[in-house]
């Protein structure tokens, strides 16, 4: 089975790519998830092997910063079952958990950030979920070409 190709968004005031870098083994699980489309991306689409652009969004400028891969598929997001925790679900159940997460981990950072602006210029990108109107989802699939297309604008082909 082909690999996919995901684009997950983190503000970087919360995660950063560079908080990823200092992570152990530089990988992370993908935790607060709380849209039900995205969770869906991650509950039933989201393989090992799958490649993810890390983008920085609510930053200046919002702009795809890295690589990622995926390295553990869905599992119960631990934090929706903690009280105190900011994403705690009430209506979440261990035995029936609403929300999920994976493991990332780094592949590369960019050596050049692919600005939102720049991808937004680019006419092979026109169709990319990411620019497209009151697309808000935190976890988006990519296309192929559109990740290869990214990958050399973030000059890494």
């Known amino acids: 089975m082909q690999n996919k190709f995901w ?3 983190s503000e970087p005031s919360e995660f950063s790519i560079e908080d990823l870098e200092k992570s152990e083994n530089q990988t992370t699980h993908w935790d607060g998830v709380r849209n039900y489309q995205a969770r869906n991306f ?6 090992i092997g799958d490649k993810v652009l890390f983008y920085h969004s609510n930053a200046e400028p919002n702009a795809v910063v890295g690589i990622c891969e995926v390295v553990k598929e869905a599992y119960p997001d631990h934090t929706q079952f903690d009280p105190k925790h900011e994403h705690f ?3 979440s159940a261990k035995k029936n ?3 999920f997460m994976v493991d990332i981990k780094l592949d590369k950072k960019f050596k050049k950030q692919v600005a ?3 991808i ?12 497209q109107r009151g697309n808000r989802l935190s976890i988006m699939p990519v296309t192929t070409d559109e990740y290869e297309e990214v990958l050399k604008m973030g000059s890494l082909t």
């Open 116 to 118: 939102l602006e720049d």
């Open 7 to 9: 684009l997950i968004k």
């Open 120 to 131: 937004k210029a680019n006419p092979k990108l026109a169709k990319m979920r990411l620019v």
């Open 97 to 99: 958990p609403n929300w």
């Open 89 to 91: 679900d009430p209506k």
């Open 42 to 47: 991650i509950r039933d689409e989201i393989k």
